[in-house]
Structures are given as structure tokens and as C-alpha cells.
């Protein structure tokens, strides 16, 4: 079964700088899709931002982008000039489509509480 | 983009008494619907799958009995918590993946804060 771990429960951040959070997996599958969702104190679900592990490139979305690393099964998310606004939890989760045999499920890790700081 | 939406947002029910939750996509239609429970300061749970029109696909360690999930159409599942207890107090929530839509895509709804007293 595909495990996600992401060390750090707590961070925080000065306003405009940069952070970056760290999510480590553990799977046998070759072709699969990595997350970074937020959940703000309004306990929505915002997806951040999305990795096709089949793709080398690094996903980037404005302020957000991912450092994935696949033979190391680290997806690390970096937030550059960051707002108050990114105060939330972000969890890191893993999925394997129904295309690749999988059943779209997503795992998630146990979360990083970031706090960005005035 | 898609809208999921949950209904209550909020609800106290009894020890003893059973509680339906709703989710429904709003603008497409859904084929797999999820249903996580999440408690303080924890990451999210999936409980289960259901498809439209057959049963649901339970989690581990989850109760059939307990949680009825039903997929009645392609907009709308429905949880029921029977016979709540206290333990059972949580932040339910569902998301949806779009019937021919993007293999990875998820939309979640705004979640069901229960307390059972």
C-alpha cells in the first residue's frame, strides 16, 4: 500500500519570504499523480498544485512549485513571497488513476500547519 | 471550476439518533463520490467509495451498518450516521470526480461539522 509522510507538522513564515515543505512517499508504481491540497481554517479543500509522475518537469502554479524528485519519492512544495492568505494546513497526497489500474483514491499524509507571519 | 456542496455544514443530533448527510455536485456529474472524516488537527480519512447506482466500497475498519453511504443519481450521495454516538462527532467530508473528466480529478465539497451530544 502507498504510504505518505510529511515531517514537519508546524512551520512558519515570514510574509514575502519563501518556504518549503517537504513530503516523502513510498510506492512500486511507475506511473501515478502527486498532490499538495490546502485546507484553510475554513476547512475547504484547495488543491494546490499537481505532479503526472511520468512528467520530469517540475509543475509550477504562480507562487507555488514542486521540486519531485521520483527515484528519491520526495515532492517537496515551495512558496515563494508568501501571504498571509497561505495560513492553512497543506497535505501532501498520492493517487493512481483508474487508467494506470488504480482506483483514484487518494492518501494523504498527516499534514504541515504553516503560519505565515505580519 | 466544479462546485461540490454539502448539506448540513452544521448539525447536533442526539445520542441514539440517526444523521443523513448530503453531497451533490452542482455543475457535472459525478461518477465516484468520496466520503472522509476528519478529526482536530488530523489529515483526512477516506471512508468510502461510492458509485453511482451500486454499493458503496468501505475502508478498512470502517462499519457498513454504522455509515450507509447511498448513490442515488450522478449528482447526489448521501451519508447516514446511524444510531450516533459522541465518538462519532467529526468534519465529514465528500468529494467527487466528473464523469468523463480528468482521471485525477477531485473536487471536494465544503464539509459537515456533527456533534453528537
Known amino acids: 500500500a502507498q504510504t505518505v509522510t510529511q515531517s514537519q507538522p508546524e512551520m512558519s513564515v515570514q510574509e514575502a519570504e519563501t518556504v518549503t515543505l517537504s513530503c516523502t512517499y513510498d510506492t512500486s508504481e511507475s506511473n501515478y499523480y502527486l498532490f499538495w491540497y490546502k485546507q484553510p481554517p475554513s476547512r475547504q479543500m484547495i488543491l494546490v498544485i499537481r505532479q503526472e509522475a511520468y512528467k520530469q518537469q517540475n509543475a509550477t502554479e504562480n507562487r507555488f512549485s514542486v521540486n519531485f524528485q521520483k527515484a528519491a519519492k520526495s515532492f517537496s512544495l515551495k512558496i515563494s513571497d508568501s501571504q498571509l492568505g497561505d495560513t492553512a494546513m497543506y497535505f501532501c497526497?498520492?493517487?493512481?488513476?483508474?487508467?494506470?489500474?488504480?482506483?483514484?483514491?487518494?492518501?494523504f499524509g498527516k499534514g504541515t500547519k504553516l503560519t505565515v507571519n505580519p | 471550476g466544479a462546485v461540490v456542496s454539502q448539506h448540513p455544514s452544521w448539525v447536533i443530533c442526539k445520542s441514539g439518533t440517526s444523521v443523513k448527510i448530503e453531497c451533490r455536485s452542482l455543475d457535472f456529474q459525478a461518477t465516484t463520490m468520496f466520503w472522509y472524516r476528519q478529526f482536530p488537527k488530523q489529515s483526512l480519512m477516506l471512508m468510502a467509495t461510492s458509485n453511482e447506482g451500486s454499493k458503496a466500497t468501505y475502508e478498512q475498519g470502517v462499519e457498513k451498518d454504522k455509515f450507509l453511504i447511498n448513490h442515488a443519481s450522478l449528482t447526489l450521495s448521501t451519508l447516514t450516521v446511524t444510531s450516533a454516538h459522541p465518538e462519532d462527532s467529526s468534519f465529514y467530508i465528500c468529494?467527487?470526480?466528473?464523469?468523463?473528466?480528468?482521471?485525477?480529478?477531485?473536487?471536494f465539497g465544503p464539509g459537515t461539522r456533527l456533534t453528537v451530544t
Open positions: 497526497a498520492f493517487m493512481k488513476p483508474l487508467t494506470q489500474g488504480g482506483s483514484e483514491k487518494l492518501v
Open positions: 468529494s467527487a470526480s466528473e464523469f468523463g473528466g480528468a482521471a485525477y480529478e477531485q473536487y
